[in-house]
């Protein structure tokens, strides 16, 4: 039973177009949660969520959470063929640390010109 | 700025042989993390570390061994390889906020 379920798992999108990454969980003592972007090496780390209803934003990349309906989203408007990539999302449940963050199989996200 | 460094980048094993994937990190973190990921199955934690002399089993430790004798590095071993562990290997750190990844080790067991 998986604890974190992004959707969907892969998107074909047009350059331009505005795109939404959800990322649902279902742990027991929630500490945060984080998005990545990985293209072909490393995941390289975007927002950490803390808050319900704050919007972190970073450029064209915006992400909220949900903690009441145990979500969050990821938007990417205008987007460019270098926004293509898999998009990691990764929740800490464990309070400190101690048990790592459990990840999602991501979104595979393609841009096309 | 080093950050997470695993070495080496590629290897190709053959069945029943061992190898030590090294990851060492310059950020003192506390918490280092071994994952392994495999086409469309995002991170899967193998074994993390919550500092010196401190390990515990993850999601899917079985063939796998690590140790934690300084607060830098963060060996993972495997004794007898096996095909399934053909994979690509993350090592990881992290304070409070977010992990910081290693540029992955891609190992092929034949």
């Known amino acids: 039973e998986d604890k974190v379920v992004q959707s969907p798992l892969s998107l074909v999108v047009h350059e331009g177009d505005t795109v939404t990454l959800n990322c649902s969980y279902e742990?027991?003592?929630?500490?945060?949660l984080l998005w990545y972007k990985q293209e072909k090496k490393a995941p390289t780390f975007l927002f950490m969520l803390?808050?319900?209803?704050i919007e972190k934003k970073s450029g064209r990349l915006s992400s909220i959470l949900d903690k009441k309906e145990l979500f969050s989203i990821l938007n990417i408007t205008a987007t460019q063929t270098g926004d293509s990539a898999v998009y990691l999302c990764?929740?800490?449940?464990?309070?400190?640390?101690?048990?790592?963050?459990?990840f999602g199989k991501g979104t595979h996200l393609i841009i096309q010109p | 700025n080093a950050g997470v460094t695993q070495t080496p980048k590629f290897r190709i094993l053959k069945i029943g042989q061992s190898m030590t994937l090294q990851c060492t990190q310059d950020?003192?973190?506390?918490?280092m993390y071994w994952y392994r990921q495999d086409p469309g199955m995002g991170l899967k934690l193998i074994y993390y570390?919550?500092?010196?002399?401190?390990?515990d089993k993850g999601e899917v430790p079985n063939g796998y061994n690590v140790s934690r004798s300084t607060t830098e590095d963060f060996p993972l071993r495997l004794e007898l390889a096996a095909p399934s562990q053909t994979s690509v290997y993350f090592c990881?750190?992290?304070?409070?906020?977010?992990?910081?990844f290693g540029q992955g080790t891609r190992l092929t067991v034949v």
């Open positions: 950020m003192n973190h506390n918490y």
């Open positions: 570390s919550v500092g010196a002399g401190i390990t």
């Open positions: 742990v027991t003592n929630f500490r945060s």
């Open positions: 803390t808050s319900s209803g």
């Open positions: 990764a929740v800490d449940d464990s309070g400190g640390g101690a048990d790592g963050l459990t």
């Open positions: 990881a750190s992290r304070s409070l906020g977010a992990a910081f």
